[in-house]
């Protein structure tokens, strides 16, 4: 709940959210309460607790710095990942949006399907049930869809107060 904001409201962009829209980062929430949907996520979380976190007494801010530096080095060569290269004189210009994956499930009457994504309930066909969708919450336009359906979502009102450059373009 800390990185998409209170549990009761209307849908809001928490300061997570706003801070990685701000470096045109989009965020992407898995699964609530399933860690089993993002594996990948959870082991590396697992070894970066193991043989980073867990492993070593800091003395400083910048031994970390220092040594978090070797560990993300380590692990893109063990992963053989590379970071994408990035054009800069590409006029894609960034439209924020917000990822959600989420499972189906069962309406409590049975005769729908639904996701929930920050306390809104979207409705889908019963086909769906168990399935997994994903969820593009567009927020200038103040819209969710999947690809099945799409809905109006919009963002709470004080949410638009701290971000209204990010909003505007």
């Not at 043989?51 to 003395?59: I, T, V, Y």
């Not at 920050?118 to 999947?146: A, H, M, R």
């Amino acid at each position: 709940m800390a990185m998409i904001g209170g549990g009761g409201g209307k849908p809001a962009l928490s300061r997570t959210m706003i801070f990685l829209l701000d470096y045109q980062v989009y965020p992407v929430y898995s699964v609530p309460k399933k860690p089993f949907t993002q594996a990948s996520i959870e082991g590396n979380n697992s070894v970066f607790a193991r043989k980073f976190w867990n492993k070593f007494e800091f003395g400083s801010v910048e031994e970390i710095d220092r040594r978090l530096e070797s560990f993300n080095e380590s692990s893109r060569r063990y992963t053989q990942y590379s970071p994408p290269e990035t054009d800069p004189t590409s006029d894609d210009k960034f439209e924020p949006k917000v990822y959600f994956t989420r499972q189906v499930q069962q309406s409590d009457d049975g005769s729908k399907g639904e996701v929930g994504i920050l306390n809104e309930t979207i409705e889908l066909p019963t086909d769906y049930v168990k399935y997994f969708v994903l969820g593009e919450w567009q927020l200038k336009e103040e819209e969710c869809s999947t690809v099945i359906k799409s809905v109006d979502f919009p963002i709470n009102e004080r949410s638009k107060e701290k971000c209204p450059n990010l909003l505007n373009g």
